[in-house]
């Protein structure tokens, strides 16, 4: 039994490894994304090497990758999805100068 234990515990670090390595950085394209994003609901933070961190207010951060795909934002780890976010609008200058996207209908101001 333990050793069945320590087979599955070696299976899963090497399938971690083998997803972290495989991560790669997000497209030029997508540079629009990067940095530190709010909205009343959502905390997010994206990095050009395609680590992001992921929070819902009040509900602890979560370390993730983040993809771009079609107008999705995803945040995942390994196999899980934490959060996908539809790209309603993408980020633009408003009337008042601030940067913002729209996520969900929810409105993020860069910080």
């Given at each position: 039994m333990k050793s069945r234990i320590l087979?599955?515990?070696?299976?899963?670090a090497f399938l971690s490894f083998l997803t972290v390595s495989c991560q790669k950085s997000l497209a030029d394209e997508h540079?629009?994304?990067?940095?530190?994003?709010?909205?009343?609901d959502y905390s997010i933070e994206i990095w050009k090497d395609g680590h992001g961190?992921?929070?819902k207010r009040n509900k602890g951060k979560i370390d993730c990758f983040?993809?771009?795909?079609?107008?999705r934002?995803?945040?995942?780890?390994?196999a899980i999805?934490?959060?996908?976010?539809?790209?309603?609008q993408d980020p633009h200058q408003d009337t008042n100068g601030n940067t913002i996207m729209i996520l969900d209908g929810d409105t993020f101001y860069k910080h």
């Open positions: 087979h599955l515990s070696l299976f899963i540079i629009k994304y990067l940095g530190s994003w709010g909205s009343d961190v992921y929070e983040v993809k771009v795909k079609g107008n934002l995803i945040f995942e780890s390994g999805n934490h959060k996908k976010f539809n790209i309603d």
